[in-house]
């Protein structure tokens, strides 16, 4: 809505402030996170050296080529690494400003602008997706809401088409073609009977929402999102969706069966591929800097209004064997006290947690996506495991319970690792 006259703008600071919700008055939507200032200096070297020692065991479990990752314990100090190399044979070393993409962390993007819509009055969480698609057929009695939660009860195209995926990275896809395939695939329940992870889920919120708001992905992220968290390295690209702009490092997965199975010793690049594959459930592109501003905003709320905040924050469980104190929310994963989300994209996998009293946050991202979305999580769970035991620079370091230690989460990252001993091995360049 286009804002014209002193008047109109003073009134539009006077509800942002109230709400919280954009930075166009008082600075940066970053300077508005509450929580603890950050301490300067880095972690102590004990830290830092069992910091180090689990991104790099992780990358050798991961057969990675290189790793971006970031501690912050606000009581303590910092820790920022990049290891190893952008490219399997003849890369430059790996620098903490390269850019990598996201995969699913998107998809509490996509969430959020969901929330800052709602909070502008545009939608609501209980609309029924065929108010703003009314041609789709198949999902009645859908919410929008549900669909952020994953409990529409939709199937999902992932798992069929995971060995296109990585294969034949640079096909285009069209938007209807992959959520059809979701929609016909066998469906885990009734619509908010259930957890169930759905990609095609996000892509059925995405159309809505673009037809609600009559704008681009690109633009609401921007606008919701980015700009408001001044996050200059991240984008969305829709309009050229095989390659990224700025330094990276190469993107690698293990070449798949047509059965979805690993053909061990065959690692392809993946670093040039067709986002329409992910779309609003994974396609962005970000930094290390970028994630940790939008990690800590994102645990803290400081996006939307408190409504939606809670909303947001409000959790069902995954069932199955999932532990109990994993939880999902609207785009948003909870372990124990720490929120975020992980990603995975052919190329990368990558994870976010932050624990909002404390200020604890995390990122990490391994450049060969072959053990997928749950290795970058549980790497993410023991670093912050390990950095929750650093000591105050002054004063007494914050408790944070965790229900896991950095030596459980080492182990199911070894359980978790993919085609460890191959026969023979190809490189990719």
């Known amino acids: 809505m286009r804002r014209q006259g002193k008047r109109a703008l003073i009134a539009a600071c006077a509800v942002v ?5 954009t930075s166009a008055c008082t600075g940066p939507a970053h300077e508005l996170v509450p929580g603890p200032t950050q301490a300067n200096g880095s972690l102590p070297l004990g830290v830092e050296k069992q910091l180090k020692t689990a991104v790099t065991d992780a990358m050798k479990l ?3 080529s290189g790793a971006i990752a970031g ?5 303590s100090g910092s820790w920022t690494a990049a290891e190893g190399t952008t490219a399997r044979k003849g890369g430059k070393p790996m620098t903490t400003q390269m850019r990598f993409r996201i995969g699913q962390n998107t998809r509490s993007m996509t969430c959020t602008v969901l929330l800052a819509l709602v909070d502008a009055g545009t939608v609501k969480l209980d609309d029924p997706v065929t108010k703003y698609l009314p041609d789709m057929s198949d999902v009645d009695d859908i919410t929008l809401e549900q669909l952020c939660r994953n409990t529409a009860g939709i199937g999902d195209y992932t798992t069929a088409l995971a060995a296109q995926f990585v294969n034949n990275p640079t096909r285009s896809w069209p938007q209807m073609e992959l959520l059809t395939d979701g929609l016909a695939e066998a469906r885990p329940g009734r619509p908010g009977e259930k957890f169930s992870s759905s990609d095609a889920g996000y892509f059925l919120l995405g159309l809505a929402l673009q037809r609600a708001s009559g704008t681009s992905w690109t633009e609401l992220y921007q606008k919701y999102i980015f700009d408001r968290l001044g996050m200059t390295a991240s984008s969305f690209p829709e309009s050229n969706p095989f390659s990224f702009a700025g330094t990276h490092p190469q993107g690698y997965a293990t070449a798949l069966e047509a059965s979805g199975s690993p053909r061990c010793g065959t690692v392809l690049t993946e670093t040039n591929l067709s986002a329409s594959m992910a779309w ?3 396609g962005v592109i970000s930094s290390l800097a970028d994630m940790r501003v939008y990690a800590q905003a994102l645990a803290a709320g400081a996006l939307v209004s408190p409504q939606s905040k809670k909303a947001q924050w409000a959790t069902v469980a995954l069932g199955g064997d999932a532990p109990t104190w994993e939880g999902y929310g609207l785009g948003v994963e909870t372990f124990g006290p720490l929120r975020g989300h992980s990603g995975q994209i052919p190329g990368f996998i990558t994870a976010t947690l932050s624990e909002p009293k404390s200020g604890l946050t995390v990122v990490v991202m391994l450049n060969n996506s072959s053990p997928g979305a749950e290795f970058a999580q549980t790497l993410a769970r023991q670093l912050a495991s390990i950095a929750s035991k650093a000591p105050a620079t002054k004063g007494s370091a914050p408790v944070i319970a965790l229900p896991w230690s950095s030596e ?10 993919v085609c460890q001993q191959p026969a023979t091995s190809t490189p990719a360049p």
């Open 408 to 417: 459980q989460a080492a182990a199911d990252l070894t359980g978790l690792a």
């Open 17 to 21: 402030l109230a709400a919280l919700v």
């Open 71 to 75: 501690v912050w314990a606000p009581w």
């Open 280 to 282: 609003t459930a994974g």
């Open 62 to 64: 991961a057969d990675a």
